[in-house]
């Protein structure tokens, strides 16, 4: 072994009680290869462990996350990542002295990426990498003991310096992760053996005189300036004199006094002129304490961690040292919190998360104590989901006056109603209705708007135009014909229509006037069954007849395209804040919510399975979705649209000459005359409308409220989307939707009632 280390030119101590230093080989180098075997000839190895190839293929996994991997799939990447190489050659050798071992492991970069993936994304890789960079100073081995190890786990720094003059006692056994066989060994010895049993590839430098005024600067700068220094010390002089000369490099302290879960954070590196301990010792100096004896420090310690804070047991057990008991106590508990807290502040600082210089307790006796208890009481399970019965019902509708072709007020509740059957963007239903001499005035109720997802009020007056069509339908049905104008002032934005109801000649039903209580957006997602040529011709005519057309994708790998790019919309979507925030706010999750609101989106229309509905709730929170975007994640979020198409027989693009809110208009009218056919041939029907819109905004809004990385995403998207549909700037894509045979939906979106968005003025 002596032999050995003397290979890497290093100098651990040939003792096995001593020996804390790992050897490496890499048996690509001959040298390596010659020393292990005589390594291995010199009876020194006692135990062999050799899982290599387990290791890779969790490195293979944790590049490629699946459900699941089929082992002899995994076991291929395995085999092409080693491109040939012999296993046995790959990454290193590891001989454990201390314990006699050889441990064969990745080399060391694919170490390290495995052995902190599940960090992710509590750490994302790229903050790995920059705490990896970080040199971390630890005086004292007791908390510092279990902070050091905790360091070394969750990948907080890779080179460190340990410092205890100490061995280890029984007395130390209550607290410090070792056992009786360690008895006697040093301090730092066992912790740089814990830290290189985690990491082989770490760098550990052990100071097992601990720090004097001699090695005290070349502990804190020799090598390279600590980034960090956790100081876990008993000497009150050690403890100043650190302090003092920390501040002078600016390097942050982090001290655990394992009593109450007391954390003190000094950031010399951000206040230089900063007193140690806060000021509570005044301007005490290290050399004043040279000398003194126990005694005469007490008054100093007892300000440092404050003597009225301190636990009460704690308090009582000080006037028992040397009496009854040898020094103060420290639990098992009281250590290993402070290595958990220390280790999280710490990551804190080095990711510049906290800056600030403080004193805390995170004292557990406080936190979980009666009376503080969260769900003390046990709750109810999580209400199963409650469809309104209203949203089972069939449509209800005013009684149906006498179609006599009189405008009776009975005549107008009938047709507003059915107006508002119509669809409309996230069941916003962006109307006011206001009968006055023979007149019906359709108003736009802008506190009804989804400003960041409705470019230029586009899908409001799409809405507009489809409860006109409804009008026109239940006129008609009355004897009545409605002659529109459609935005007639212009000093008044929010008429939207102005309807004159005048006797028409004769009473007409429109064949589709039966549908308009039975339109509906159907979610569900059945299998995909092939569209009916006869179907398609139906829908085609639909539009054509209303001055619309209609473009129709339906082979597989199209269906597969558009679906990938609704998906990717809907991510964009998710995660821009000002749309989340109008693509969440609308839900309504309960019974309760549903029908107090009467409008938004009931998750039970959504059809969404368990699993799905729970994750949309967690996507509610802008910061999960802020984070997600930060950590460049979301692919999960294009999962619910690529599904939808999946199930979909065809997917549809309504367009219609020009681009103004009467083109939007005009074109609401075209949805719902093909919507009303669809429901018409028992097909279902969903909008999936965020690209045109987003498209809209990017091209004619010049990608207002879009960042450039948007933006130039959507440019992309929008080439994409030009290969698979005609689309021209003369023209509005009023509607792009999937559509198919499905069962019928789980649930209506509800209405307002009439009261509410009906004047009646005779
Ligand atoms: C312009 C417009 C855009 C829509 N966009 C979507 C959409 O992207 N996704 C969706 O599931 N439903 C969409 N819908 C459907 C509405 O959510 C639905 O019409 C509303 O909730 C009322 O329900 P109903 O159609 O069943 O009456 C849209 C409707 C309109 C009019």
């Not at 302290?253 to 590196?269: A, C, K, N, Q, Y």
Request: glycine share 8%; proline share 6%; charged share 25%.
């Amino acid at each position: 072994v002596d032999r050995l280390t003397g290979l890497r030119g290093v100098s651990g101590a040939s003792r096995s009680e001593e020996a804390w230093r790992p050897v490496l080989f890499d048996l690509e180098r001959d040298e390596d290869q010659a020393a292990l075997d005589a390594l291995l000839a010199s009876g020194g190895v006692r135990f062999v462990h050799d899982t290599l190839l387990d290791q890779l293929a969790e490195l293979v996994a944790a590049r490629e996350p699946r459900p699941r991997w089929p082992k002899e799939a995994l076991f291929a990447r395995v085999k092409a990542h080693l491109g040939g190489r012999d296993p046995l050659t790959y990454g290193t050798w590891v001989f454990l002295p201390w314990s006699a071992r050889l441990v064969h492991v990745l080399p060391r970069e694919e170490l390290r990426e495995v052995r902190t993936d599940r960090n992710r994304y509590k750490i994302t890789r790229e903050e790995q990498k920059r705490l990896e960079r970080c040199r971390i100073g630890v005086i004292g081995l007791s908390v510092g003991n279990m902070a050091a190890i905790t360091f070394a786990l969750e990948g907080i720094g890779a080179s460190f310096k340990i410092a205890d003059f100490d061995r280890l006692s029984l007395s130390n056994l209550n607290r410090l992760r070792s056992g009786v066989q360690d008895l006697g060994v040093e301090k730092t010895v066992l912790a740089a053996r814990e830290m290189f049993e985690i990491d082989p590839y770490l760098e550990v430098l052990p100071y097992s005189q601990g720090v004097n005024p001699d090695n005290i600067d070349d502990f804190l700068i020799g090598g390279g300036r600590l980034d960090l220094l956790v100081e876990e010390c008993d000497d009150l002089y050690v403890k100043v004199s650190v302090r003092e000369r920390a501040r002078l490099h600016r390097i942050p302290v982090i001290m655990d006094t394992s009593d109450r879960g007391l954390l003190d954070v000094e950031r010399f590196d951000r206040e230089p002129a900063r007193p140690v301990f806060h000021g509570l010792v005044g301007d005490l100096k290290a050399d004043g304490l040279r000398g003194l004896e126990t005694k005469d420090k007490v008054p100093f310690f007892l300000a440092i961690v404050d003597g009225q804070r301190m636990s009460t047991r704690m308090a009582a057990s000080l006037p028992e040292i040397d009496h009854s008991i040898g020094t103060w106590p420290q639990l098992a508990s009281g250590v290993a919190l402070g290595g958990a807290i220390t280790a999280d502040v710490a990551r804190r600082i080095l990711l510049g998360e906290h800056t600030e210089s403080g004193r805390y307790y995170v004292d557990p006796a406080l936190i979980v104590a009666d009376g503080q208890g969260m769900l003390r009481e046990p709750a109810p399970p999580p209400a199963p989901l409650e469809l309104s019965p209203e949203a089972i019902a069939p449509r209800r509708l005013p009684p149906a006056p006498a179609r006599d072709g009189r405008v009776s007020a009975d005549a107008v509740r009938f047709i507003v109603a059915l107006a508002t059957l119509a669809p409309s963007a996230h069941n916003a239903q962006p109307w006011k209705f206001r009968f006055a001499r023979g007149r019906l005035e359709c108003r736009h109720d802008s506190a009804r708007d989804l400003p960041n997802l409705d470019f230029d009020h586009c899908a409001t007056w799409v809405a507009f135009g489809a409860a006109f069509e409804n009008i026109v339908l239940a006129a008609g049905h009355l004897g009545l014909a409605a002659v529109p104008q459609v935005f007639p002032t212009p000093d008044d934005p929010s008429l939207v229509c102005s309807v004159e109801l005048v006797p028409a000649a004769s009473a007409r039903t429109d064949p589709l006037f039966s549908f308009v209580t039975e339109r509906v957006t159907n979610r569900k997602r059945d299998a995909r069954v092939a569209l009916d040529e006869g179907d398609a011709r139906a829908l085609a005519s639909a539009c054509e007849g209303s001055g619309g057309r209609l473009e129709l994708v339906k082979s597989p790998a199209e269906l597969d395209e558009i679906g990938a790019l609704m998906g990717a919309c809907d991510r964009i979507v998710l995660l821009n804040r000002a749309m989340h925030h109008d693509a969440m706010h609308g839900y309504r999750w309960t019974r309760a919510e549903v029908e107090r609101h009467r409008d938004g989106l009931d998750v039970a229309s959504m059809e969404f399975t368990p699993a799905e509905r729970a994750g949309l709730r967690l996507l509610e929170q802008w910061r999960t979705l802020e984070c997600l975007g930060a950590i460049g994640g979301g692919r999960a979020l294009e999962d619910l649209s690529r599904k939808a198409v999946n199930a979909a027989a065809a997917v549809g693009l309504i367009t219609v000459p020009g681009t103004g809110r009467e083109s939007y208009f005009h074109g609401g009218r075209v949805v719902q005359r093909l919507w009303l056919t669809a429901a018409s041939r028992g097909l279902a029907l969903q909008p999936i409308t965020g690209l045109p819109y987003l498209f809209a905004r990017l091209e004619r809004g010049q990608g207002v409220g879009l960042a450039p990385a948007e933006q130039g995403e959507l440019t992309r998207l929008r080439e994409r989307y030009a290969r698979l549909f005609e689309v021209s700037q003369q023209a509005a894509e009023v509607l792009l939707f999937r559509l198919g045979r499905a069962g019928p939906p789980t649930a209506r979106s509800l209405r307002r009632s009439l009261d509410d968005v009906l004047t009646l003025s005779e």
